[in-house]
């Protein structure tokens, strides 16, 4: 079942920290190296937190979105403004779900039910899962850089967008 949070309040922020496990971690490892193993996912969790909380969810328009399956969450992914239509980002999968198809059930499902007429999405060169997820969503690669909302650009990944076929009409 397809969740879309315009507040922090609408996450159960524990269960979201299970999908973004990996990351945290790596998050935690990078930004807090001299700190203990559990002390650096803390301090990760503690700093997406308050991304959330005074970032993400302080811009008109910016959504999250999870999928849920049985009470649990298995996939999310974050909407925001961008350009001429949504940026699509970080987009996760529960690592006991991997391979199981609800990214794409989750992907597919924002697409219905938003019908943004442009989707964008960075993905990493080396992130083939993703690559295959989004392509087998509709989106097409479109550049070999990402350009993200500050004007900072990132070469290790492209930008691919999903344009809806209502688009321009």
């Not at 315009?6 to 269960?15: A, C, D, E, K, V």
């Not at 930004?31 to 302080?58: C, K, M, R, V, W």
Request: glycine share 8%; charged share 20%; with cysteine.
């Amino acid at each position: 079942m397809l969740l879309i949070c315009n507040r922090l309040s609408q996450i159960r922020f524990g269960q979201l920290m299970e999908v973004y496990s990996e990351s945290v971690a790596e998050n935690g490892e990078e930004f807090y190296p001299d700190l203990s193993s559990n002390e650096q996912i803390l301090h990760a969790e503690q700093d997406f937190y308050a991304y959330l909380q005074s970032g993400f969810f302080t811009r008109p328009g910016d959504q999250y979105c999870i999928w849920e399956e049985n009470g649990r969450y298995v996939s999310a992914l974050r909407l925001q403004t961008f350009r001429d239509g949504l940026l699509l980002e970080a987009l996760e999968t529960h690592p006991s779900f991997r391979g199981s198809g609800y990214a794409k059930k989750l992907i597919r499902s924002v697409l219905e039910q938003l019908q943004p007429a442009k989707l964008y999405s960075h993905i990493g060169h080396k992130n083939i899962p993703s690559q295959a997820t989004h392509s087998a969503c509709g989106f097409v690669k479109i550049a070999d850089f990402a350009r993200y909302a500050d004007g900072s650009v990132n070469d290790r990944c492209g930008t691919y967008l999903y344009e809806s076929k209502n688009a321009g009409i």
